[in-house]
């Protein structure tokens, strides 16, 4: 692998950086592969990785149907976090917060990860006796959480609305200062040229259609580009996953939505936190080109396609400018959306499914992007060892008929 | 070398009338009909911004929303808005128009040095540096250099934008020949057509093309056509952008108009025709971004609609006989003029200076065109008019689903018919002679006869020009976003090769121009070095907005009150009259507390009167749902949790609703009146969620035809008087009451006013729920009002309430139980045992996870008196101070009733822990409780039946 | 914007509209004969089809329960009809 720095490209630019290799090189599938993942989005890049550098497994394929990093993770909002509430959430979300804070030296490649903080801001007293409540489980699982006041929110985010005209002024509510913004499309790429300097097989236009089976075992999986035979593997497919595991006979709770994104023009730096505004339901964050990148609820149509509404653009633009009066002058500059499967308790799914040697990681719902790191890495300690890691565990399909769901939005009173 | 403007050129500009602005502090004159655009091409002002990576000089390009460079703040009336393109902002007198990304100004950035380092900083270099030290070091630097323009902070929104829903016939979306013909041909058959125009004024290529049509001038067609649409019922609009099209045939129109609020429109039309024109392509050449290097077809409608020129001496480039006509008009102009044309085989002229078959491979000059490489011979030139070819338009077609082709003949992507349903005409279906469009627009809007004539260019011959990555110097291809070949280049080497790799890895095409002049070139480029065609290469997805839209009118109104309205009390101002204050709970505006001061003290105040005397609140928000019918109490069996067929007409029984995951979902009183009517209430914010559960079970599980289901919340207002006086001050206030026992219900009248009398107690004292139709509201209140001096009672507010309730550990759904909060786990474990038959949520009070025995359960907790209240929201933690969390406080009040604090909370295991001491965790703090009972005031419930 | 037909009140806005179920589910009881898997199936599993898609719909605004077949892709919206006939 080319070493990134700033030396090399002062090295590069004396050839007019003529001498840079492919970031991952564009293999063709081979005949067979000790494990393969289904999905070249960051998590089944990040996958790929982890099997290659933790377990050592150099034959390893990543099968994407289009491009990769196309799919939710070049979509979302970039938000990275870990204030949630319960345990199990806390372990899963911090991992991957963690590992996301050494990724850019570990992959050699600046994923631009920017803690810059976020805010979770509450309008009524009872929201900041929910806000209490989840500072107090994240400190407790030793996260950093904190409930802000009201004044120190104002100081860290001038432009907000306190006027007389607000429908909900902000009282304050959770801080975590190590949240942040990294470069979504930066993971996929940093994650993918790592794997492939490991060995990994990145392959683009690859779909697959149908899995194979030997009695009770995963045998192989049929392509748009040949058969390719493994006896592991893993799938990271998001909304695609249902329709792939139900040839095998699995049936997974997961419905799909469209989620939308709204980009702003660029303007010079107005907003230096991550807000989530709990009355209004809208968060937003500043890119460092100077856009704002804002996101709402979910379109509330079940659907496959990649189109944004206009009544949740309505309800999510208004929503802004109840929070921030002035950005009315701003304009939509992009929408787009992703679709984004969502599981009854708003929590993944990972874990062992159908056939043996079938793992999937799915169901991260609209919150997918801050988890690569830590989906990757659960799911490549499932397809290496065949067993859970204790901290996706939890997170297993058998949950469901035991009842024990993990459900934030129920706990905390606060969807995420 | 500077612009100027023509004597006598320019039709849509008011010689009479001269407007004053400033640019980057320096007046500038112009004429009304002018845009700043046009005014500032005429004056000396060539830079009118610098680039956004390496500050390198910019001046105009473009004629509209395609414009990269010319993006200004412009202040307004005290007003300053960001990001405006000088081509799409009309002139007004006073305007103060300032560069962006320039520091002091556009004419002397001192970020131009930057352009110096351009070779360190090739696309996406910040992939591959500022990792060492980490990002945070870097990253603030580079957020203070990008952005664009400043926002307003002071900006205020207006509080009526207008967003208007309309239906039409016929929506004819662009107002040139095409658009004109085919919006006339329909209206001519009596069709009622809307028109929609973004630019200011009918006409689109026709304004600067020019052209006869049916004989006469092209304005008398349009005249024509605008007085044809109007008569047949049809509707105008310009300076209106469709914006969207969206699902099932939904689009969106954003107007903007002068001195009132844009106004937002849905459009819905039965049919719709797509005349948006086209878009010239630019040229590749070293140093094509300097100031004066133009669009021709810019230069164009420039010379024509405002007389303004961008130099004396025009080097014109192109390799399509369509160009000529603009070549000879500047000629005409006075301009000394240059085609440098890249076909040998180009048609000679001699009219004009002609080179043939020598492409322009650089500009040269610092700060503006000093001249051009032209076959290897400098031409000295001021201005370089390119024109590489025509792009359709085909934006709101691809949105609309619409599938492109490409089409090798005409060098473009097409609308493939049949794809959206949508008709495409004129030149953004690639059809750009004037008769053809003519007749295009003519044959989709149904027009019978002839379509309008024109004359047919004899010839439009044009060769496809591409970009060459292999000439020496930088070749931009989005300039707004500072992307040249050599990036394009770069991304392809390093494997970024499809479109959108392409497009995030260089932010190709993602400027505010949305890609209208890049995208071919880069796509083109990356097309040729992988070795593919253009059509394998793809194209990046076309999405809703086709212009940038401004955020204010997308959303509307809803602002302030407007969005999520509270809902009101009835009594609200008899409220306010006795001081009530005033807050929301869960979507209603209540009163609070009553009375000025410490709203924690009034709160303790009013509780403490509520239990000596007597107290009323107005409890009108919960819910009251009528269940009417011969299965009313089968239905109610099924959806609650406590049966209600054994409630006996007259009474009231508590209840839970669940959810089928068996979670609690709602609490209240059923009230059975007669054998086939219940009321059902339910708490404020749950009414339309407890409304269709019931509508569900009597729609798909009892009949419809066995019940009926009434919310009738709004009709009533309910008063409730709690208190060991609540009696003697219902009987002050005139109302005879039976004798009624607790949890007993009646319906009396008292004058003319019809009540039900429920004697059901949330405080834990006696309490009367009397509950009018709204009408009779007024005359309830102040029956009770008169007579609370009497017995020493006050009004309280909802912190009294709260208060009152807790100490008697009645919980509150949502706040006292979570999302996981079963019935057993609050105590409520009897028809979990018992009930034999089927309801809503039985089966998963069984499941290994709801039969656990570690499930968090409600308990109070009490701390030592003088203590001060523990937060809500603090966590459970065990006694040897392991921090994990048992659980936590729910409801915390300091109780003036006992005169200590008391608490409620969920905690693991919680009813074996009763008499327990336990850690609560606050913010770091740990302070000891002890685990009690849930009900801390009267466990015997003496005053409730007292 | 989508409009959906309300078999009662005709073609309304989306946002009058809540996605109730996919159609063809029906309740397993009594209690105390469901399995935890039959149960969480019931309550939890659905197919999400891509395209042709028959589902349970809800009207807020005048509160009937209907059918609706549309396809998730395309979102064009093929029929609604009441939950069950037209008895009354």
Same mark, same amino acid.
């Given at each position: 692998?080319?070493?990134?720095?700033?030396?090399?490209?002062?090295?590069?630019?004396?050839?007019?950086?003529?001498?840079?290799?492919?970031?991952?090189?564009?293999?063709?599938?081979?005949?067979?592969?000790?494990?393969?993942?289904?999905?070249?989005?960051?998590?089944?890049?990040?996958?790929?990785?982890?099997?290659?550098?933790?377990?050592?497994?150099?034959?390893?394929?990543?099968?994407?149907?289009?491009?990769?990093?196309?799919?939710?993770?070049?979509?979302?909002?970039?938000?990275?976090?870990?204030?949630?509430?319960?345990?199990?959430?806390?372990?899963?979300?911090?991992?991957?917060?963690?590992?996301?804070?050494?990724?850019?030296?570990?992959?050699?490649?600046?994923?631009?990860?920017?803690?810059?903080?976020?805010?979770?801001?509450?309008?009524?007293?009872?929201?900041?006796?929910?806000?209490?409540?989840?500072?107090?489980?994240?400190?407790?699982?030793?996260?950093?959480?904190?409930?802000?006041?009201?004044?120190?929110?104002?100081?860290?985010?001038?432009?907000?609305?306190?006027?007389?005209?607000?429908?909900?002024?902000?009282?304050?509510?959770?801080?975590?200062?190590?949240?942040?913004?990294?470069?979504?499309?930066?993971?996929?790429?940093?994650?993918?040229?790592?794997?492939?300097?490991?060995?990994?097989?990145?392959?683009?236009?690859?779909?697959?259609?149908?899995?194979?089976?030997?009695?009770?075992?995963?045998?192989?999986?049929?392509?748009?580009?040949?058969?390719?035979?493994?006896?592991?593997?893993?799938?990271?497919?998001?909304?695609?996953?249902?329709?792939?595991?139900?040839?095998?006979?699995?049936?997974?709770?997961?419905?799909?939505?469209?989620?939308?994104?709204?980009?702003?023009?660029?303007?010079?730096?107005?907003?230096?936190?991550?807000?989530?505004?709990?009355?209004?339901?809208?968060?937003?964050?500043?890119?460092?080109?100077?856009?704002?990148?804002?996101?709402?609820?979910?379109?509330?149509?079940?659907?496959?396609?990649?189109?944004?509404?206009?009544?949740?653009?309505?309800?999510?633009?208004?929503?802004?400018?109840?929070?921030?009066?002035?950005?009315?002058?701003?304009?939509?500059?992009?929408?787009?959306?992703?679709?984004?499967?969502?599981?009854?308790?708003?929590?993944?799914?990972?874990?062992?499914?159908?056939?043996?040697?079938?793992?999937?990681?799915?169901?991260?719902?609209?919150?997918?992007?801050?988890?690569?790191?830590?989906?990757?890495?659960?799911?490549?300690?499932?397809?290496?060892?065949?067993?859970?890691?204790?901290?996706?565990?939890?997170?297993?399909?058998?949950?469901?008929?035991?009842?024990?769901?993990?459900?934030?939005?129920?706990?905390?009173?606060?969807?995420? | 070398?500077?612009?100027?403007?023509?004597?006598?050129?320019?039709?849509?500009?008011?010689?009479?009338?001269?407007?004053?602005?400033?640019?980057?502090?320096?007046?500038?004159?112009?004429?009304?009909?002018?845009?700043?655009?046009?005014?500032?091409?005429?004056?000396?002002?060539?830079?009118?911004?610098?680039?956004?990576?390496?500050?390198?000089?910019?001046?105009?390009?473009?004629?509209?929303?395609?414009?990269?460079?010319?993006?200004?703040?412009?202040?307004?009336?005290?007003?300053?808005?960001?990001?405006?393109?000088?081509?799409?902002?009309?002139?007004?007198?006073?305007?103060?128009?300032?560069?962006?990304?320039?520091?002091?100004?556009?004419?002397?950035?001192?970020?131009?040095?930057?352009?110096?380092?351009?070779?360190?900083?090739?696309?996406?270099?910040?992939?591959?540096?500022?990792?060492?030290?980490?990002?945070?070091?870097?990253?603030?630097?580079?957020?203070?250099?990008?952005?664009?323009?400043?926002?307003?902070?002071?900006?205020?929104?207006?509080?009526?934008?207008?967003?208007?829903?309309?239906?039409?016939?016929?929506?004819?979306?662009?107002?040139?020949?095409?658009?004109?013909?085919?919006?006339?041909?329909?209206?001519?058959?009596?069709?009622?057509?809307?028109?929609?125009?973004?630019?200011?004024?009918?006409?689109?290529?026709?304004?600067?093309?020019?052209?006869?049509?049916?004989?006469?001038?092209?304005?008398?067609?349009?005249?024509?056509?605008?007085?044809?649409?109007?008569?047949?019922?049809?509707?105008?609009?310009?300076?209106?952008?469709?914006?969207?099209?969206?699902?099932?045939?939904?689009?969106?129109?954003?107007?903007?108009?002068?001195?009132?609020?844009?106004?937002?429109?849905?459009?819905?039309?039965?049919?719709?025709?797509? *005349?948006?024109?086209?878009?010239?392509?630019?040229?590749?050449?070293?140093?094509?971004?300097?100031?004066?290097?133009?669009?021709?077809?810019?230069?164009?409608?420039?010379?024509?609609?405002?007389?303004?020129?961008?130099?004396?001496?025009?080097?014109?480039?192109?390799?399509?006989?369509?160009? @000529?006509?603009?070549?000879?008009?500047?000629?005409?102009?006075?301009?000394?003029?240059?085609?440098?044309?890249?076909?040998?085989?180009?048609?000679?002229?001699?009219?004009?200076?002609?080179?043939?078959?020598?492409?322009?491979?650089?500009?040269?000059?610092?700060?503006?065109?000093?001249?051009?490489?032209?076959?290897?011979?400098?031409?000295?030139?001021?201005?370089?008019?390119?024109?590489?070819?025509?792009?359709?338009?085909?934006?709101?077609?691809?949105?609309?689903?619409?599938?492109?082709?490409?089409?090798?003949?005409?060098?473009?992507?097409?609308?493939?018919?049949?794809?959206?349903?949508?008709?495409?005409?004129?030149?953004?279906?690639?059809?750009?002679? /004037?008769?053809?469009?003519?007749?295009?627009?003519?044959?989709?809007?149904?027009?019978?006869?002839?379509?309008?004539?024109?004359?047919?260019?004899?010839?439009?011959?044009?060769?496809?020009?591409?970009?060459?990555?292999?000439?020496?110097?930088?070749?931009?291809?989005?300039?707004?976003?500072?992307?040249?070949?050599?990036?394009?280049?770069?991304?392809?080497?390093?494997?970024?090769?499809?479109?959108?790799?392409?497009?995030?890895?260089?932010?190709?095409?993602?400027?505010?121009?949305?890609?209208?002049?890049?995208?071919?070139?880069? /796509?083109?480029?990356?097309?040729?070095?992988?070795?593919?065609?253009?059509?394998?290469?793809?194209?990046?997805?076309?999405?809703?907005?086709?212009?940038?839209?401004?955020?204010?009118?997308?959303?509307?109104?809803?602002?302030?009150?407007?969005?999520?309205?509270?809902?009101?009390?009835?009594?609200?101002?008899?409220?306010?009259?006795?001081?009530?204050?005033?807050?929301? @709970?869960?979507?209603?505006?209540?009163?609070?507390? @009553?009375?000025?001061?410490?709203?924690?003290?009034? *709160?303790?105040?009013?509780?403490?009167?509520?239990? *000596?005397?007597?107290?009323?609140?107005?409890?009108?928000?919960?819910?009251?749902?009528?269940?009417?019918?011969?299965?009313?109490?089968?239905?109610?069996?099924?959806?609650?949790?406590?049966?209600?067929?054994?409630?006996?007409?007259?009474?009231?029984?508590?209840?839970?609703?669940?959810?089928?995951?068996?979670?609690?979902?709602?609490?209240?009183?059923?009230?059975?009146?007669?054998?086939?009517?219940?009321?059902?209430?339910?708490?404020?914010?749950?009414?339309?969620?407890?409304?269709?559960?019931?509508?569900?079970?009597?729609?798909?599980?009892?009949?419809?035809?066995?019940?009926?289901?009434?919310?009738?919340?709004?009709?009533?207002?309910?008063?409730?008087?709690?208190?060991?006086?609540?009696?003697?001050?219902?009987?002050?206030?005139?109302?005879?009451?039976?004798?009624?026992?607790?949890?007993?219900?009646?319906?009396?009248?008292?004058?003319?006013?019809?009540?039900?009398?429920?004697?059901?107690?949330?405080?834990?004292?006696?309490?009367?729920?009397?509950?009018?139709?709204?009408?009779?509201?007024?005359?309830?209140?102040?029956?009770?009002?008169?007579?609370?001096?009497?017995?020493?009672?006050?009004?309280?507010?909802?912190? *009294?309430?709260?208060?009152?309730?807790?100490?008697?550990?009645?919980?509150?759904?949502?706040?006292?139980?979570?999302? /996981?909060?079963?019935?057993?786990?609050?105590?409520?474990?009897?028809?979990?045992?018992?009930?034999?038959?089927?309801?809503?949520?039985?089966?998963?009070?069984?499941?290994?996870?709801?039969?656990?025995?570690?499930?968090?359960?409600?308990?109070?907790?009490?701390?030592?008196?003088?203590?001060?209240?523990?937060?809500?929201?603090?966590?459970?933690?065990?006694?040897?101070?392991?921090?994990?969390?048992?659980?936590?406080?729910?409801?915390?009040?300091?109780?003036?009733?006992?005169?200590?604090?008391?608490?409620?909370?969920?905690?693991?295991?919680?009813?074996?822990?009763?008499?327990?001491?336990? @850690?609560?965790?606050?913010?770091?703090?740990?302070?000891?409780?002890?685990?009690?009972?849930?009900?801390?005031?009267?466990?015997?419930?003496?005053?409730?039946?007292? | 914007?989508?409009?959906?037909?309300?078999?009662?009140?005709?073609?309304?806005?989306?946002?009058?509209?809540?996605?109730?179920?996919?159609?063809?589910?029906?309740?397993?009881?009594?209690?105390?004969?469901?399995?935890?898997?039959?149960?969480?199936?019931?309550?939890?599993?659905?197919?999400?089809?891509?395209?042709?898609?028959?589902?349970?719909?809800?009207?807020?605004?005048?509160?009937?329960?209907?059918?609706?077949?549309?396809?998730?892709?395309?979102?064009?919206?093929?029929?609604?009809?009441?939950?069950?006939?037209?008895?009354?």
């Amino acid at each position: 692998m080319q070493r990134y720095s700033a030396l090399s490209l002062l090295r590069h630019s004396l050839s007019h950086h003529k001498g840079w290799q492919p970031a991952w090189r564009k293999a063709e599938p081979r005949d067979a592969y000790d494990a393969v993942i289904i999905g070249g989005g960051g998590h089944g890049l990040a996958t790929a990785y982890y099997l290659a550098k933790h377990h050592k497994m150099r034959r390893v394929a990543v099968l994407e149907r289009s491009w990769i990093g196309g799919g939710n993770t070049g979509r979302n909002t970039t938000v990275v976090r870990s204030n949630y509430f319960y345990p199990e959430s806390v372990a899963l979300y911090d991992l991957s917060l963690r590992l996301y804070e050494g990724l850019s030296r570990e992959l050699n490649y600046n994923i631009m990860l920017s803690q810059r903080g976020m805010l979770i801001a509450a309008h009524t007293p009872m929201q900041m006796e929910i806000c209490a409540r989840i500072a107090n489980a994240m400190q407790l699982n030793d996260v950093d959480g904190e409930l802000m006041t009201a004044e120190a929110a104002e100081r860290q985010v001038p432009l907000v609305n306190t006027g007389p005209s607000a429908r909900y002024k902000c009282m304050g509510g959770i801080w975590q200062p190590r949240a942040g913004v990294a470069r979504h499309d930066a993971v996929a790429w940093g994650y993918a040229r790592a794997a492939n300097a490991l060995g990994v097989d990145i392959i683009e236009n690859c779909e697959v259609q149908e899995i194979h089976t030997e009695g009770s075992a995963i045998a192989g999986v049929e392509t748009s580009r040949g058969r390719i035979r493994t006896d592991r593997l893993g799938i990271a497919a998001a909304g695609a996953t249902p329709s792939l595991v139900q040839q095998v006979g699995v049936s997974l709770p997961i419905h799909d939505y469209a989620l939308q994104a709204f980009v702003s023009e660029p303007v010079k730096p107005c907003l230096d936190t991550v807000l989530l505004y709990l009355g209004t339901g809208a968060y937003l964050s500043q890119s460092d080109k100077g856009e704002l990148v804002i996101g709402g609820g979910l379109d509330r149509v079940p659907t496959h396609s990649q189109r944004g509404n206009l009544p949740v653009q309505e309800t999510v633009l208004s929503g802004l400018l109840e929070m921030f009066p002035a950005f009315a002058q701003l304009k939509l500059l992009r929408q787009w959306a992703g679709v984004v499967d969502v599981v009854p308790d708003s929590s993944p799914i990972i874990g062992p499914v159908g056939p043996e040697g079938l793992h999937i990681n799915c169901g991260w719902g609209t919150g997918g992007f801050k988890a690569i790191p830590a989906g990757g890495y659960l799911l490549a300690h499932l397809l290496a060892t065949g067993k859970h890691h204790e901290i996706s565990r939890s997170f297993d399909l058998s949950r469901f008929a035991h009842g024990r769901l993990i459900d934030e939005a129920a706990g905390s009173g606060i969807a995420h | 070398m500077s612009g100027w403007r023509h004597d006598a050129l320019g039709s849509e500009i008011d010689r009479s009338q001269s407007l004053s602005f400033t640019f980057d502090g320096r007046k500038v004159a112009g004429f009304q009909g002018d845009t700043l655009a046009s005014a500032l091409l005429a004056s000396e002002h060539r830079i009118l911004g610098r680039s956004f990576k390496y500050h390198r000089p910019r001046g105009l390009w473009g004629f509209g929303a395609e414009e990269p460079n010319a993006i200004f703040d412009v202040q307004l009336n005290g007003v300053t808005h960001p990001n405006q393109r000088a081509t799409t902002t009309h002139l007004v007198d006073g305007m103060a128009a300032r560069s962006v990304n320039a520091a002091p100004d556009a004419a002397r950035d001192r970020f131009a040095l930057l352009d110096r380092l351009h070779r360190f900083l090739p696309a996406g270099f910040y992939y591959k540096t500022f990792m060492a030290l980490g990002w945070k070091l870097y990253e603030p630097m580079i957020r203070r250099m990008a952005g664009l323009g400043q926002v307003d902070a002071a900006f205020e929104p207006p509080a009526d934008t207008p967003q208007i829903n309309a239906t039409c016939d016929l929506l004819v979306i662009g107002s040139g020949p095409a658009g004109l013909a085919a919006a006339r041909a329909a209206a001519q058959v009596g069709r009622a057509v809307w028109l929609i125009e973004d630019a200011a004024r009918l006409g689109g290529s026709l304004r600067w093309r020019g052209g006869q049509i049916g004989g006469a001038s092209w304005a008398d067609f349009a005249t024509e056509t605008q007085a044809d649409v109007e008569a047949n019922g049809g509707r105008l609009m310009t300076d209106a952008t469709i914006w969207g099209a969206f699902d099932h045939g939904l689009f969106a129109a954003w107007q903007r108009c002068v001195g009132a609020p844009d106004r937002h429109w849905r459009i819905r039309p039965r049919q719709v025709i797509l *005349a948006a024109g086209s878009i010239e392509r630019p040229l590749w050449f070293a140093n094509n971004d300097l100031p004066g290097v133009m669009s021709a077809e810019a230069a164009m409608f420039f010379l024509a609609c405002h007389g303004s020129l961008p130099g004396r001496r025009l080097l014109v480039t192109t390799a399509s006989d369509r160009t @000529y006509a603009i070549a000879r008009a500047f000629a005409d102009a006075g301009a000394h003029v240059t085609v440098a044309d890249q076909r040998a085989e180009a048609p000679e002229i001699d009219d004009i200076r002609q080179i043939r078959g020598a492409n322009l491979t650089e500009a040269k000059g610092r700060t503006g065109v000093e001249g051009a490489m032209v076959g290897g011979i400098k031409v000295p030139c001021d201005t370089i008019l390119c024109a590489g070819g025509v792009t359709p338009t085909v934006h709101l077609w691809c949105q609309a689903g619409g599938k492109l082709d490409w089409d090798p003949d005409r060098d473009m992507l097409v609308p493939r018919p049949g794809t959206a349903p949508l008709t495409v005409v004129g030149a953004a279906n690639g059809t750009l002679d /004037l008769a053809a469009a003519l007749a295009e627009g003519h044959a989709a809007g149904g027009g019978t006869g002839p379509a309008p004539e024109a004359e047919t260019q004899t010839t439009q011959a044009s060769a496809p020009v591409r970009p060459d990555p292999s000439l020496p110097g930088r070749q931009w291809v989005d300039l707004q976003n500072d992307v040249t070949l050599k990036d394009v280049g770069l991304a392809g080497r390093e494997g970024f090769t499809s479109v959108e790799h392409l497009k995030r890895y260089t932010t190709l095409g993602m400027a505010t121009d949305q890609g209208r002049t890049s995208n071919f070139g880069g /796509l083109a480029a990356m097309a040729a070095q992988t070795g593919r065609t253009i059509p394998e290469t793809g194209t990046t997805t076309y999405r809703p907005p086709f212009q940038p839209v401004p955020f204010g009118v997308i959303a509307g109104p809803r602002r302030g009150d407007l969005f999520n309205p509270l809902r009101r009390l009835t009594l609200e101002e008899a409220h306010r009259d006795v001081g009530a204050r005033f807050r929301e @709970y869960g979507g209603w505006l209540r009163p609070s507390v @009553y009375g000025v001061g410490d709203e924690v003290t009034l *709160a303790q105040d009013e509780a403490r009167t509520a239990r *000596a005397t007597v107290g009323i609140f107005d409890g009108s928000p919960l819910g009251k749902l009528e269940v009417i019918g011969p299965k009313a109490a089968e239905l109610l069996d099924f959806t609650g949790y406590m049966r209600m067929s054994t409630l006996k007409p007259g009474r009231a029984r508590y209840g839970f609703m669940l959810s089928e995951t068996g979670v609690v979902y709602d609490d209240g009183v059923v009230l059975r009146l007669d054998e086939t009517r219940f009321i059902v209430s339910a708490s404020s914010s749950h009414v339309d969620g407890v409304r269709f559960r019931l509508e569900d079970a009597r729609q798909d599980r009892i009949g419809r035809d066995q019940v009926f289901i009434h919310d009738v919340t709004a009709g009533y207002v309910t008063l409730t008087v709690t208190g060991p006086k609540a009696r003697a001050l219902i009987a002050d206030a005139g109302i005879g009451l039976p004798d009624l026992p607790h949890m007993g219900v009646v319906e009396i009248s008292v004058g003319d006013m019809p009540l039900r009398v429920a004697r059901i107690s949330f405080t834990g004292d006696t309490s009367f729920e009397l509950t009018v139709p709204a009408r009779h509201a007024r005359a309830l209140r102040d029956r009770l009002d008169g007579a609370l001096a009497a017995q020493s009672g006050r009004w309280i507010g909802l912190e *009294a309430v709260m208060i009152l309730r807790a100490e008697k550990g009645f919980i509150l759904v949502g706040k006292d139980t979570d999302g /996981l909060t079963m019935p057993h786990d609050l105590g409520w474990g009897g028809p979990r045992q018992k009930r034999q038959d089927e309801y809503l949520g039985k089966r998963a009070l069984f499941t290994p996870e709801a039969k656990s025995n570690m499930r968090r359960q409600l308990i109070g907790l009490t701390v030592p008196d003088g203590a001060r209240p523990i937060v809500t929201g603090s966590h459970l933690i065990p006694r040897d101070g392991t921090r994990r969390s048992l659980g936590f406080v729910t409801s915390s009040y300091h109780s003036p009733t006992l005169g200590h604090p008391i608490a409620l909370a969920l905690l693991e295991d919680g009813r074996a822990q009763m008499g327990r001491e336990i @850690y609560c965790f606050n913010d770091g703090d740990v302070r000891a409780a002890q685990v009690g009972p849930i009900c801390a005031v009267d466990p015997a419930g003496d005053r409730l039946h007292g | 914007m989508q409009l959906f037909s309300c078999p009662f009140c005709g073609p309304r806005d989306e946002t009058e509209f809540h996605f109730v179920v996919e159609a063809g589910k029906s309740r397993p009881e009594p209690a105390d004969r469901v399995t935890d898997a039959e149960w969480a199936a019931y309550l939890h599993t659905c197919k999400a089809p891509k395209g042709a898609a028959r589902e349970v719909w809800l009207h807020l605004t005048c509160g009937e329960y209907f059918m609706m077949t549309r396809d998730t892709v395309t979102r064009d919206v093929t029929g609604s009809e009441p939950l069950r006939g037209t008895e009354t």
